[in-house]
DNA sequence: CGCCGCAGGCTTACAGTGTAAGTTTTCCTG
DNA sequence: CAGGAAAACTTACACTGTAAGCCTGCGGCG
């Protein structure tokens, strides 16, 4: 109601292309959590408060509340956005497991695409019709696959328990992959052999070692895939 | 007045005093972020304000600063504490994935016991005694079990992927397993049934079939500890 | 045309945050 | 007991989300 009304308003003042100084014109829910992403990230969740973010857009602060309940709704609105970046698995398709190599590869991208969005979409209760759908498309590809209701629980949540937690430690570990050995030959004299002695000799070798780099997410989702792959076939 | 204040405050802590009038209190870094935990565990994470943190010791705000650099470390000695009650991987043992199965189980229960901690854990960099105990003990169970460098970092990560994000995942979810049922009914007719057939059915299986309750952590574990396991073997 | 309602902007204000800077108290040691 | 260091305290500042209320310009109606 409020979003057809909203919609409405903005359909009556296009303004016909208007180039001018005000920018101010396009002010509603989706422009407002668009610009809310773009600081996100660029500068961090932490530096996106409701002032930086109507400065961003030529108005006032209390201005955006028009538009939004209040800040854990703002949330909520990027996260639908980066939702509607997520792969929905097509229940008509033949391979199921493809589906879901490619949802979760998707889901990856797309969250370390937004550093910000693991923490809340993992951490939050997100009942957005973006979120929504995703969660059918992905429900329903699985039941065309033969789960039933108790087996596709058990096999989203330990996907997508992976998924999260996979691109959230990706995305708080310190270094970059192409870093790993400088960083870890400089760590090396400052690490307690005595005291660490694995963890001196992991740091040795990552000092030396060519890392592999790609493909380190699919290593953990892989099992995970073919672990549900070897339970839905021993299963009929 | 100031007199009296500080005997009234002094007064409501007096509990695990020994009963000496210049005992004012252990004000250290431990009982700082031990007293931080109980508040976090009990209020959670946003109502741990470090003015919430001295009243509950007895003492202003700025005097914590004395034993803590700032609240983010206060926030890291809050995880070490967490941290130290991780099962640690005994190198000798023989064996290795159970090892691996009761580090995964006892996190996930220690983190369950402290709700604020996963995005501590998985979302910062802890570099305490603790943790980097805990990481050491990891890597050395997985070297002994043969293991190179490069596979026990894949390892590690898999596991560590799985373990924060199923936990986090069941701490964000809104209900407790036993209500599963009742909300899956009393949502079902709130939901668009050709909009999100899928979800639609799958709350209708919800709300009528008997929750399993447990294990629910170890189906995704164990696939994970079976894929290291399987790659284990056929790699000598 | 004039008027009115009101959506959506703006201003002000408040309680709360982390913490820098400076002051006072307390305690240990010589 | 003197002196100095450690630690507690006071004050202050910049910043947060947002409640309450005001103002303005636009669309619809008599």
Redesign the pocket.
């Known amino acids: 109601m409020?979003v057809d009304?909203?919609v409405a308003?903005k359909g009556?003042?296009s303004e016909a292309s208007e180039g001018s100084a005000r920018r101010?014109a396009a002010?509603d829910r989706r422009s407002i959590a668009e610009s809310a992403v773009r600081i996100a990230d660029a500068e961090g969740l932490a530096?996106?408060?409701?002032?930086?973010l109507?400065q961003s857009l030529?108005?006032?602060?209390?201005?955006l509340?028009?538009?939004v309940r209040?800040?854990?709704d703002?949330l909520g609105a990027m996260v639908e956005h980066v939702a509607s970046g997520f792969y929905r698995p097509d229940p008509e398709a033949a391979d199921w497991k493809a589906e879901m190599h490619r949802r979760g590869i998707r889901a990856h991208d797309q969250m370390l695409r937004h550093p910000w969005s693991p923490p809340l979409i993992a951490g939050r209760v997100n009942d957005g019709p973006e979120m929504l759908g995703y969660v059918d498309a992905t429900l329903g590809c699985l039941f065309a696959a033969g789960f039933d209701a108790a087996d596709a629980d058990d096999a989203w949540n330990a996907m997508d328990s992976y998924i999260y937690g996979y691109t959230q430690l990706a995305l708080s570990f310190p270094f970059q992959p192409e870093e790993y050995a400088q960083v870890a030959a400089e760590y090396l004299p400052h690490l307690p052999k005595e005291r660490l002695p694995h963890l001196y000799a992991m740091t040795e070798a990552v000092a030396t070692y060519r890392h592999k780099g790609m493909h380190r997410f699919e290593f953990g989702f892989e099992m995970i895939l073919d672990g549900l792959v070897q339970r839905r076939a021993g299963q009929g």
């Open positions: 409020q009304r909203a308003k009556i003042k101010k002010l530096k996106l408060s409701m002032r930086r109507a030529g108005v006032e602060a209390m201005s509340y028009n538009h209040n800040k854990d703002l």
